[in-house]
């Protein structure tokens, strides 16, 4: 059997068995041919490389430069990979499963205070070439920051999700699993205004007899919604725009700034681990370090001890 073929069949299990999203897909992918292409050039595949070449592929990489975290990510897939094709009945054994990993590199996610958040609130307001613009614009930042959805997430809301003033959203996020986060009263209000200003420019499209989105933050593209492409560029000016410097700002910069402020807040780990969506309270974990640093910071900038 060919490499092409091991991979489409895992990828085709992937998709079929665990609801892996395209995206997951096609990184997966993108791994697993890198690696193919290796061991095509020591004369091997995967149906003969042992433990031996897995490990060389991955001393390959680190001489290439790759971080932990992508060498992580590569023996993954292959780990994945081969467990698909013992379990198939492609391979009698499986040269990955007693590799150890390279681990990951420990860096606290990036986040942003309270007062860059409200500013890049204040600006999303005010940014558009029209009031409709405005009013979508704003909807994405408030909806963002009250639910610490993830991009893709947000913007293929479908429009029935925001229907009737929800108190509650459901989001459909990774692996189709569905989740209720509560809408904050600006959320609320934001999604109402933009809501009207939906509803109107469906009534002149109908009018036109062109069709309506489905979506709740429409695009013209193929996709039928707002990109993960262009939310980015937009949010990199309501930074710019906001006076908060734009390295600082991303969508997930958003998820991480409405964990750590909950949390901050007294909110419960666990609770936060239900909001985000994540599978494994360990990931979830990773903002109390955050909060430690702050406080931390806040400490020896403050602490009249502290300073020579």
Known sequence: MSARFWIANFLEAMAAERGAAANTLAAYERDLVHVQDWLGDQGLDFTDAQKADVESYLVHCDTQGLSRATRARRLSAIKQLYRFAFEEGMRADNPAVQIAGPGRDKRLPKTLSIEEVDRLL??????G?????QQRN???????????MRVTELVSLPLVAARGDPRMLLIRGKGGKERMVPLSP????ALALWLATRDDQDAAARAQGKPVSAFL?????????????????????????GGVSPDKVTPHTLRHAFATHLLANGADLRAIQTLLGHAD??????????LEERLKELVLDHH???KD
């Open 122 to 127: 204040q600006a999303a307001t005010r940014h």
């Open 129 to 133: 070439r029209t009031p409709a613009d």
């Open 138 to 148: 704003a909807c994405l930042m408030q909806l963002l920051y009250a639910t610490g």
């Open 186 to 189: 600006p959320a609320r209000e």
């Open 217 to 241: 933050f429409p695009s013209r593209g193929k996709a039928g919604h707002l990109t993960r492409h262009a939310f980015y560029m937009l949010i990199k000016d309501f930074a710019v725009e």
């Open 281 to 290: 309270v360990a990931t979830t974990e990773i903002y109390t370090h955050v």
């Open 304 to 306: 009249p001890l502290a």
